[in-house]
C-alpha cells in the first residue's frame, strides 16, 4: 500500500514575484484561450443544447457508427458509445446550435425511421430537446446565478476576514478557480451544458473551503507564517486531494456509463480541484505573506 | 457517569444516532413517509414490492416524459368594461378579430378589481387586437381617466387565472388518460414569462406532445342551408359550457355506435332561456327537428372523410362534433330526439348522445369534454423536452448507486492512505455515510422525487462532508495527543468556526440556483445546501465527539 504523503514546499527560498509568476501566467493563458474561442466562435466556450438549442438522443440500435452520422438531416455533433457492464449498442448522440425547432423535434422521428432496431427494445431510449429560444432564457438564467453567486461568495469572504489583501486574494483564487475549467472546457472540446454549470458553482464552495482554512490559520492564530501555513497546507491538501480523487472516479464512470450530467460534474470539479492547488498554495500564500509581512503595517 | 452527564457530554453523537434512526426508519418502514396517501394506487400496480426503499424517483430515474413550454396569448388590463358587458365585449372582439369563441376572454380579477382581456391567438398581431378593442369602444382606465387603448397597452402574456386554469386542464388530461403520478406546474424565467411545465410518468414524449397540442375545444355545429339565398352554413350550437354532465365513453351494441352522453344546461336565470331551451329552439328554428330529419349524407363512414363538396340542391342539415378545427363526426338528427324536441318536450330532460365513429374517438372525446379546452395553447415552437425509456431510466439507477458507492470507496481509501489510522478513518467515512443516510431520508419524508441531479448533489456533499471531517481531525490532533477535555473542546470550537465559513459560502453559491429556474439544477442545489446544513448542524460535530472519545484518554 502506498503512503500519501503532504509535500513541503519551502517557500523561503523563492520570491513574491517568482511564486506569483506560476498561477498568474497560468490564468492568463486560460484568459487568452476564452478570449480566442470568443473572438472565433462567439462564445467563450463551446455552447451544449442546454444553451444553444438542439437535442441529445440516446439510442439502443444496431446499425453502424457511420450509419449513424448519416441518419439525420443535420449532422450530428458527436456520437458516443455506451460502455457500461451489460449494455450493448447504446449511443448517446448530441446535436448542438440547431436554431430551427422543427428540424428539432423531428430529430427523434429520423432516429426512429433510419436506425435498425435492436432486439424488442425501442430505438430512442432517452430524448432531451430545447428549443433556440429556451436554450437563450436558460443561458442568461445561468449567467445570472454564477454572478449572483460570486458576489455572494466574494461579500461572504469580506464579511469573514474585514481585511482587504486576505479577502481579496479568497476572491481571486476563486475568479481563477473557475475560469481554469472553463479554459479546459474550450481547449478539450466540453460543451457547457446544466451539469458544469452546477460543477462551476460548486467549485466555488470547494474552493474557498481551502481559502478559509489557509487564511484562519496564518491570521488568527499565533504562531510562525511558514509554520502556520506548513499545518494548514497539510489540511487543506488532504481535503482537495480527496475530493479530486472522488470526483475523478465518477467522472470517468459516469462518462463511461453515458450518465453526461454526473460526467461533466465530476470532470469539471477534478480540473478546477486541481487549479484550486494551484492558485491557493502559490498565489493565496504569496499574497498573505506579502500582507503578514509588508501590508499589515502600513 | 450517570444518565443525565453521560447525555450531556455526548449529546452530539446521541442526536446523530436519533437522527439516523429517524432516517432510517422514513427509509425502509412501509408507509411511513407524510401524507402517503397512494399506497393503496401503489399495491394494485405492485410497484411496491419492486421498490425496497421509501424513495420516490423523478423522471429521469423513472422514466416517462416532461415538456416546458409558454402559454400562446396576449393581454389588455385595466379595462372600463360595464360588469353586464362582458359578453357584449367578448363577442365583439372574437368577431372583429375572426377567432372562435375559446380564443378571447374577459376576465374580472376581483383582487385588483379591474377587468382583462385576452386573446390567444398565434396569428394576430398586437396592433389588430388592440383595434379590434378600440372598434368595439373599449377603453383604459388611467389615473387621469379613460383613454383609447393602443399597441402598446398590449402585453404579451396571459393572465394568472388563464395559467391556472390550463395547469388544472392539463392534470385532469392526465388524470383521464390514466396515469398516475403525472404534474403540470409553472415556471417563472427570468424574463417574468410563465412557463407550463407538464411531467408524466410512464407516457413518450409524442403521446404527451399530443395530449398538449389539442386545445380540446369541443363544439356542435349546426350545418343545415338557412343562409343567404339557401346556400349552406354553420352555426354553433353547443359548446362545453352549455354542458352540465358528461358521461364516460361507451358502446351501444343495438346500434354498434360509440358515444359519449351529455347533458345540456336546463337552469337559466330569471326571465332567460336555459342553454338546453336555446338548443331546441335552434334546431326547430333551422329545420332540423322537421324537414331536415335524417337529411345528413355528407359523412363516409366507411373512409372517415367528409364532403362538403355537394351542390347546392342537395339539402343538408348535420349536426357537426368539432374538436378543435376539425370535424370529428357529421349526423342528422334521429326520428325521436327530433320529435321531442319538436313539440318541445326534450329541454325538460335535455339529454343526448354524441356520436363518434371510433372507440378512440369516444375516449378522446370524452377527455376533452371532461377537461374542458385548454384555455390557451401552449408556444411548442419555444419549448424544451425531455423524455426517456423506463429501461435506460433503470439503467441509470443501478449506474448511480455503482458511481456513489465508488465514489465513497475512493474517499474511505484515500482518507486511509493519509490517516493510517482506524481510530480516525473509521468514524469519518461513518460520519460521511450518516451524512447521505440522513439527507435520504429527508428525501423519502417528504417524498421529494429523485433524479439524476439529486444524485450529483449526494456526491457532492459526501465531497464537502469529508472535506469538514478532515478539518476537525487534523485540527483536533494538532499538536501532539488531545489529553483533556478543555483542550479538545477548544480546538473543536477552532475547526468549527471554519467549517461554518464554509459552509455558510457553498449555501450562499449554491442558493441562486435553489431559485432560479433552471431545469435539473434545482434538485442538485436544494440537495447540496440540505446536506451542508445536516453536515454542520448534525454529524461533523457528532463526529467531534466520537473523536474526543477515541483519542482523550478516559
Redesign the interface.
Known sequence: MGTFDVPDIEYTRYSSRQLLAVPLAVLAVALLVLGGTFVMTGAPVPLGMDFAGGAQLTVQTTSADAEIQDAFTVEPDSIQAVQAPDVDNQYTIQFAGVEDDDVISDLATQAEANLAQDGDASIVQSESTASASFAEQAQQTALLGIAAAFVGMSVIAFLLFRTFVPSIAIVASAFSDMVIPLAFMSVADIPLSLGTVAALLMLIGYSVDSDILLNNHVLRRQGDFYESTHRAMRTGITMTVTSMMAMLVMGITASLFGVELLASVGIILFVGLAADLMNTYLMNVTLLRWYKFHGVRS | MGPIAFVKEYWRFLLLVVFVTAALSALFVPGFAMGDDDVVLDEENQTVDENPTNLEYGLGLEGGARI?APPVGMTVSDLAIEHDEQNDVQSAVQQDLGLEPVDVTVRFHEEGNYFTIEVFDEDTTESEFAGALQAADVEVVEAGGEREVTGDDVENRVTQDTRDQMIETIELRINEAGLSGGTAYEEA???G?HYIVTEVPGMT??ELHELLTDRGDVRVVAYHPGGENGTHTNDTVLTRNDMSQIGSASYDDRYGQHYVSVTVDDTSAEGERSPAEEYEAAMNEYGFTSQGVGQCTIQDRQADEFDFDHPEGDQQWCLLTMVDDDVVDAHPMGDDLAASMYNEEWSANPTFRMIVPTQQDAHSLAVNLHSGALSAPLD??????????P??AD??KE??L??GV??IL??S???F??Y?DKRVALPMIATAMAEVVILLGFAAAIRMPLD??H??GF??V???G??DL??IA??VM?EGDVNSQRVFESRFR?AF??IG??A???I??????AV??????RG??II?ILGVLIGVLITRPAYGDILQRLLTDK
Open positions: 416546458s424565467t427570468l424574463g414569462e414524449s409524442d411548442f415552437d419555444r419549448d424544451q423536452q425531455y423524455s426517456i425509456s429501461a435506460l439503467q441509470f449506474y448511480s455503482l458511481i465508488l465514489s475512493t474517499v481509501g484515500v482518507v492512505l493519509r493510517r439524476l441531479s444524485v450529483a456526491i457532492a459526501v465531497g464537502t469529508v472535506d478532515v478539518i487534523d485540527e494538532d477552532k468556526w471554519i465559513a464554509a455558510a459560502t457553498t450562499i453559491a449554491m442558493s441562486p440556483l432560479l429556474s433552471l431545469g435539473d439544477l442538485f442545489a447540496t
